[in-house]
């Protein structure tokens, strides 16, 4: 098999590899009694999916949102991105997951209030070794796509919340994860600007990036291809298995 | 399920973390500029004492070099009667027969006064001091002529003097073009007005200087010749070779006054002027302690000052750990971060002492000292501190759980 071919069924098999897959995954906070965040999930999520993992507040979907994005290690069960099982990975090597295969999306942007939107966004490569040069080169091309390309000099507090937000939504982008985590991303926006947030989400989405949106607002949830509701850490309604 | 290997590790490129430590500091200016004062006040405080004290020193070692470390001075001590003793006409001559002697020139007293004319009153040139003078003094004391020339044997049997530079200057007498002072009652010429040997500092005095600077001096020979006074010198002014001097010190008294040895003193003036410069040295000590106790300050501040930007910051942190960053390059970020805020106050607190050192030593007219060791010392104690103080908050840092540091604050 030459080099050419072997890199084509690399290739094909990665297509069908799940962006993120949870098998059997239970959470357990230690206390007296030990507190059961997350009780037995499954769920795969493909590549290009935009899903909403939706539940009332205490229902397991930010311990969810921690496991999923590698910044929290499940008790048991098996986490795999973009087939890389996590779960047992070390700290130094979960720090490589999340710099190369994950982007994350916060409710309060956490923004640099020093750096300039450029600078913001290129910080989402800071870590994966690569030149500031072709860092703030990417940075450049995914504010763009964000709709920003005219904002890109200035700071955090000359930008408006849904301006701040997209600024964020770049920094996660502008890596190219398998998987872009977005915790409640129009939890601090008016219902305007969280619609114009909801409409580039499903953009990016269209352009191939997978997007797993955390949130208790079903209203968004519903807006979204696939809803994945949680109750008591279980997941009690897959929108994709029921279809 | 395969895939493409992951890299071991994220990586934080050393520029990068430079840029990113430095992008924390610029964010807070104000309290980065306040954080890094309490540095700059030590490290200035200490680069200034060692600057002034050095600058000082220097002073003095300028005017010890100018002196010579190999000149002494022998004196006549108290007589057992209690009155002056003299010392023996011969002295002078036994004494340039010891070896290593290179000049030997003496000075004797004369009992009058030196005065502008006759109308003067003689209170007011009160101070003032007639010698005899051997043509070579100025050779033996390393002195120099401000104008005229001094008295050689010729003009040493003749009325003319050469006037110290404060006698000059009190009877106003700057040129020697036929001035004429009156001392003792006759008329001499000013054929010479010497340099200070004071010039650059009154604060440390040597009989030397006072004697000589004070003195209007006239031949032996004329001495002699008008006023009646003896041949004995007063003091005499001894220049050996350096490497001989203790010897030549241990014989002086024998050699001087072979019947009364231990009524002879000999000094050697540059002593007075070690003397000062330990005496300065033991300020230095307490300053440089006092400089030491602000940085000690100085760092707990910035200890102070990165704890709290580590729980302000805990968002950051999180952010940090999210985008990829592992615990080592948060703790390198926050360590960088107060070791530039610790130099940045040590550059300041060299700059500092610098500009104190340069405006008071040129205040005092000295020479602008500023030890290079003093700067790295300075430099090296910022680090060191900068390193201590960080060492902690940056472990804090690192440790804190991503999780916990996304919490909302």
Redesign the interface.
Known sequence: MSAIQADAT?AT??SS?PALQLRGVVKEYPGSPPVRALNGVDLTVSRGELAAVVGPSGSGKSTML?VM?T??RPTQGSV?I???EVSSLS???L????????G?V???F?L????TALDNVA??L????I??RKRRVAAAETLDRVGLADRMTHRPNELSGGERQRVAIA?ALVARPELVLADEPTGNLDSKTSESIEALLHELNSEGATIIVVTHDNELADSLPRQVRFRDGEIEFDSKETS | MSATPLPRSSSFRLSDVFATSLSGLTTRKLRTALSALGITIGIGAMVAVLGLSRSGSAELEDRIAALGTNLLQVSAGQGFGGGDAALPEESVSMISRIGPVISVAAVGAVDRDVLLNDVVNPAQTGGLTVKTADPNLLEAVNGTLAVGRFIDSTTGATPTTVLGSVTAERLGIRSVDGTQVLIGGEWFTVVGILSSFDDQSDEVETPLFNDLDRAAFIGVDIAEQLFETTRSPETIYVRTTESAIDDVLSVLPATADPENPEEVEVTRPTDALEAQEAAESTFDNLFLGLGAVALLVGGIGIANVMVIAVIERRNEIGLRRALGATRAHVRRQFLLEALLLSVLGGVAGVLLGAGVTAFWASNQGWRIVIPPEAIVGGLIAAVVIGALAGLYPAMRAARLAPTEALRAS
């Open positions: 690399e098999k990665e590899i921690h994005g910044l929290d795999h973009a087939g890389h700290d130094r090597r720090s490589a997951v999340r710099s190369e295969l994950v994350f916060f409710q309060q956490f640099l209030d020093g750096e910080t989402g800071l870590y994966s070794g030149s500031a920094r």
